[in-house]
Structure formats: C-alpha cells, structure tokens
C-alpha cells in the first residue's frame, strides 16, 4: 500500500510541473505574438526629412528582447529603446535574425553615437553595444544601411511624434 501512495504522489508531482511548465510556456509564446497594433508607435523624424515609424521598447521586457525572433525588420521601420535613467545604456543582438543600425540619443533628442551593421548573436555570450563614452536616454535600431543611406550623422536633432 506504500507503494501505491508514493507512486500517486510521483504522479500528481509530474502533473504539476508539467501543467506549471506548460503555463510558462504559454506565456511566453503569448509575449512574441502580441497584436503589435497595441503597441505604441512613435514616428522619429530626421532632418533630411526622413521618417522611420518605431515601436516603443518601453518595458523589461521589451527593453531585454527588443528585435529578437522577428523575421525581418521592414523598410522605414525600427525599434525606439527607452531607458529607465540615462547614462551608459547597453543593448544586445541576441536572437535577432538581420542585423542593425543603432543611434544613441541623449536626453535633448541629439544624436551622440552610432553603430553601423550590428551583426545578429545566436550565442549564449552575446556582446552588448553602448554609447560609450556619451550618456544616453534612447536608442533607435533600424534595418542595416540605414544610418549610411539616410546621411545620419552625430549631433542631428531628431523629433519624435505620437502615432494615435
């Protein structure tokens, strides 16, 4: 009869963490297919007149993952990091798919550096990109060849505008 207690606990254990696995694992999935019509979208506009709409990375989430396991980036579009303080912030290409083009932007909406052809990371030990030595409070990544294409260079003013 003791073998029969111990092997129904085993089985009701195995349930469990099957059914807490299965929870996770739902949720996540629920995060990368998210409608991205809710997400907020702010249009930066570059002083050759030039616009690229942006989806705001404005949570943990999204701030840790940004562009990761997306299939392609499309033209005139990217991903505007928002950081919690400025200072020395970093961003990764892990799991992304394409590379990027990375802008840094101080608080002033000013250019202060850029980062050319960021090459996507598929390991475990993924560099981080920053704006070293300039204290940032954004970063806008764009598909590769854009900051070459449009002409962006340090110090342009960029203004953001609210998609409603």
């Not at 993952?65 to 290409?93: K, V």
């Not at 799991?95 to 250019?111: C, G, T």
Request: charged content about 25%; glycine content about 4%.
């Amino acid at each position: 009869m003791a073998s029969i207690s111990i092997s129904d606990r085993e089985q009701k254990k195995k349930r469990i963490i099957t059914l807490v696995l299965m929870a996770i694992f739902l949720m996540s999935a629920s995060f990368f297919l998210i409608d991205r019509k809710d997400e907020t979208i702010i249009i930066v506009s570059f002083p050759n007149g030039h616009v690229l709409e942006t989806e705001v990375a404005d949570t943990p989430e999204k701030l840790l993952f940004g562009l990761a396991f997306r299939e392609t980036l499309p033209a005139n579009s990217g991903m505007l990091y928002i950081f919690e303080s400025t200072g020395q912030n970093h961003i990764w290409t892990k799991a992304y798919r394409f590379p990027v083009d990375i802008m840094w932007v101080d608080e002033s909406h000013h250019i202060v550096g850029l980062r050319e052809d960021a090459a996507p990371c598929l390991d475990d030990d993924c560099p981080k990109f920053s704006s070293s030595p300039e204290v940032v409070r954004y970063a806008i990544q764009a598909e590769a060849g854009f900051i070459k294409r449009e002409g962006v260079t340090v110090g342009q003013e960029l203004k953001y505008t609210l998609r409603m």
